[in-house]
Nanobody, 124 residues
Framework: VQLQASGGGLVQAGGSLKLSCAASGHTSNSYTMAWFRQAPGKEREFIASIRWTGTNTYYTDSVKGRFTISRDNAKHTVFLQMNSLKPEDTAVYYC??????????????????WGQGTQVTVSS
């Protein structure tokens, strides 16, 4: 599975960005797709996840109500709509694919495939 993330950039606080993650190769419907982010000097943290089937989505508390994960199955693409951005959202954002169980959804070790990352910078 190859993942290509795009859509990052520089935005002012309060602004919006939409990230995309295009999946290619053996994209199984059993995969969970997720977004993580890593700020300088910090651990890579889980942001949101969605599966190719079903309606369940999960978010870390800090982005609930501001970020929305969605998918386009026909295009094998997952999106992360980010609204009301804050300076603390500044990070490199990564998309990932894997087969985590519910209890390990937030663990980066549960994901087998990673995109190259896209930089999001939010100015104050």
């Amino acid at each position: 599975v190859q993942l290509q993330a795009s859509g990052g950039g520089l935005v002012q606080a309060g602004g919006s960005l939409k990230l995309s993650c295009a999946a290619s190769g053996h994209t199984s419907n059993s995969y969970t797709m997720a977004w993580f982010r890593q700020a300088p000097g910090k651990e890579r943290e889980f942001i949101a996840s969605i599966r190719w089937t079903g309606t369940n989505t999960y978010y870390t508390d800090s982005v609930k109500g501001r970020f929305t994960i969605s998918r386009d199955n026909a295009k094998h693409t997952v999106f992360l709509q980010m609204n009301s951005l804050k300076p603390e959202d500044t990070a490199v954002y990564y998309c990932a694919a894997g087969t985590p169980i519910r209890s390990s959804l937030y663990n980066r070790e549960s994901y087998h495939y990673w995109g190259q990352g896209t930089q999001v910078t939010v100015s104050s």
